[in-house]
């Protein structure tokens, strides 16, 4: 298998660009063993691509608005996600007031595409994202002109991005928290730290919904009982500032203690140096890392629906009970898969152009 | 540039009382673990005087200095800067440390800021001067140490000799009382070495309060009042440069010094 | 006073300790005063009381009679039972998938990393529930099943493999044991270096021995076609093969990137540095790379594998009975939250625990191999 490896190196990117049939005929069949894996993934691909093509474009149904037509065909039913695309997007959100979810949406994708950019981050950035979800929360809770609506009839896609963004937001203060505590030279204090990020790491997200979902109703005085939304995002905070917790410690360890002296000769004093000195540094250090943590948290807001919030998965199964339509659950779950995978591998691709970046930012 | 330097020349802050003291060890005593690095330590150092300090690697020299700023805890003793002494009291550290700059062997700048920020930094957050003020200042020791047309680039982009001037302004920059140097130029390639020592017989010249752990006799015959010798935690040997370097005393000194030398 | 350092360390710990130790009486006190409220006990005399809950499938036997400690257990084997398949599967493929990426052949890297990019960029439940959907669409009913390879068959309604059986008396197994502990001790002696070498073989000789008296019966149990259903074999319901596939296809993604960094973190100077040594390809492979590489790879792929134990929790996703699921269950019919919610954190820290383990110990092994 070995023998594939050093061959790969003559895929420059320079090449390509003198890439021809020969040479493509080489990389296919030019060894015994390429040969050998062109027929096989050659074949694996015929036998799989024709059909997923006929079922997901030549035999599908795109826009009849007929449910009858779904039921003919023997394709995907891409009509169906189309004429539900309301309800699966924003779930039961009051149909007049769709329109408010939408602008949400569209101002929270704009605002992390305007984030990504390293140029952007000044502490205006965070100003603008506190006033943005002021704004966010008016228009999706109502009030002030807006008739109300509670967060049990928040849904869809707009849920998945609050909770992402909200919980991350918050998490990442804790997790810088957590992480100088884990580094404490105080015992009871990294005791502390040490307990809270490794239970909360070593357990199932799944679990620590529950417990919120669950356990929050006993834990506390009922005065206290936060709703289902702020249950989840609790439960979701913790977990991401624990993941973040460790990914910050390891940017911290990177940091030579001749910064730390520096500082200290300098007369700095303890919270100073950490937010003038040290974290700018530690944080630069881990953005690759800290960008897939955020894709993690991306991908993990898809499991609140399984404590009953309306989150994408579950405004899809909605939709689906729908009995005029014949239920085409896997085109539904296609669909938000690829919302999914949209948002994360753009996420993905950000954090590689970070970490090629890396070495030149110093 | 010789103008505009003694245009706004640089007065090293006049001591504030009559105390002539700038700082006073008596019988510091330091451990690491089971090891003894500090060993019965007695040193009075005069305000405008300046000391070298010199000694085999190991013998205790940086830590000793260390200690006067707290960047290092002596655990029997006592060290008294500029009037205070010090404790555990964080307030009184702080304190010192403000009046009190050091230079590291390895600069130690920041490197995520520009020369300037670095700086600014000290005198913004802990001085409380105004950005502008600062940046005033700033410019002023850039150009004692000759690079104020590097003041908007990273540490990073500067060679050694550039970076550890601007880690001398930089420490300048809080109007200190008292300097530590830490082998300043042990980490420099041999043609910056001088630009960096220029930089600190100026400041010598001007009256600064110095304490410098170095091997460069050159620089120690031209502005050192004494040369202190350490060796394994002990200060073995305190003689004016002259006498140190033609004779010295002690067999330890003689020894070290022949090794040294060739 | 206060800005002393010993004074101020002192006041802040007691200060954090003081705030912990008040925010779980709290808790304690709020969710006593609650429990009393609702009229519920708190104990774990409830574990030996028969559950009556239904667990739809299960890899031991169990019967909605048996008591709660055991229905745990049952979950417990279920959630053990996932993550080792997936954790085995994920590993074989994902060091093929993740070679594969390597090679200069375009249109194999492309589909491996087609799969490294779905599986990276997908959350695990929307995958599941896809998968689950698709299982009536795609696979034919029992009469047409597929047979992709000998002996296991895919059909609607979930894949038919061959069952093995390992069959042991007791007086068997004790012997087997004590064989073991024989070649166990014998191993540990030969390498300490105490023992002349004659011992070992013969004490190793003594272990295959027990194992022939033990006589044991192992058979593999071929399932047949016959028509309308199979006979023999072992069927895996849809759910349980849609966690097993969907989970599989997942982690496969993460571990082939794992093998990938591992094959690169090893540069050419390696390689170059065993040919001027005059060493053969397949000693430098094994004796400078693999060695290498395995250092890299172990505490990711550990982290993976605690991964999968906790995707496997996603099992609820499409109705199978994994332990969290069999807990939640629990909770709801005997009302003992607090105790369940202990149990769960117990039971997950454990497995982790076991996983970084076991992983620790592997690392230990090569660090010294490698010196």
Redesign the interface.
Known sequence: ??M????????TPGHFRFIGLRR?AK??F?TPL?AA??L???A??VVTVPPMLRWLVIDAVLFDPDPNACRAATGACWSFIYAKSGQLLFGIYPFDERWRPAIVCLLILALLGWSVRPASWTSRLLALWVAAFALIFWLMGGGFGLAEVPTSSWGGLPVTLILTVVAIGIAFPVGILLALARRS?????RV?AVVLIE?VR??????IL??AS??M?????EALLPDKFVRALVALTIFAAAYLAEVIRGGLQAIPN??Y?????????FW?TQR??IL??AI?VVIPALANTI?VM???T??V??IGLFDL?SSGKAALADPEWPSP??E???F??AI??AL??SF?RFADFLERRGPAA? | MLTSVSAIRHVPSLPMTNDPTAVEMVGVNKWYGTFHVLKNIDLTIQRGEKLVICGPSGSGKSTMIRCINRLEEHQQGRIVVDGIELTGDLKKINEIRRDVGMVFQHFNLFPHLTVLENLTLAPIWVRKMRRKEAEQVAMHYLDRVKIPDQAHKCPGQLSGGQQQRVAIARSLCMSPKIMLFDEPTSALDPEMVKEVLDTMVSLAEEGMTMLCVSHEMGFARQVADRVVFMDQGEIVEINTPAEFFSSPHHERSKLFLAQILH | MLSDAKTRSIIIQGMLVTAVIAFAALLVSTTFANLKARGIPIGFDFLTMPSRIIISEAILTYKSRDPYFWAIVVGLANTVFISALVIFFSSVLGLVVGITRLSSNPLAAGTCRVWVEIARNSPPIVLLIFLYSLWWKVLPPVGEALNPLPGVYASMRGFVVPAISIDIGMTGALIILFALTLAALGYGLARSGRLPPLVVPAILAAGVVGLWLADIRFAVDFPVFTGSNFRGGSELTPELSTILVGLTIYTTGFVAEIVRGGVLSVGRGQWDAGHSLGLSRGKILRLVVIPQMLRVIVPPLNSQYINVVKNSTLAIAVGYPDFLAVMNTIISKSSHSIEGVFIILGAYLALNLTLSSAANWYNRRIAIVER
Request: neutral net charge; hydrophobic residues 60%; charged residues 5%.
């Open positions: 298998m070995a594939s490896l050093p061959m790969s190196s003559e895929a493509l990389l296919l030019g390429n894996l062109t096989l993934f050659g694996l691909l030279t105080l015992p009871a204090v502390g239970s070593g357990l199932p997200l799944l679990s529950f417990v669950i356990m109703p006993l834990f506390l005085p001749g910064q002296e520096a500082a200290a000769a300098l007369g700095l004093p100073h003038l000195v700018p540094q630069r894709i991306i991908k993990n898809s499991l629906l399984v998965i659950a896997a539904t779950f296609l938000i898969g999914f995978f994360s591998f993905a110093h």
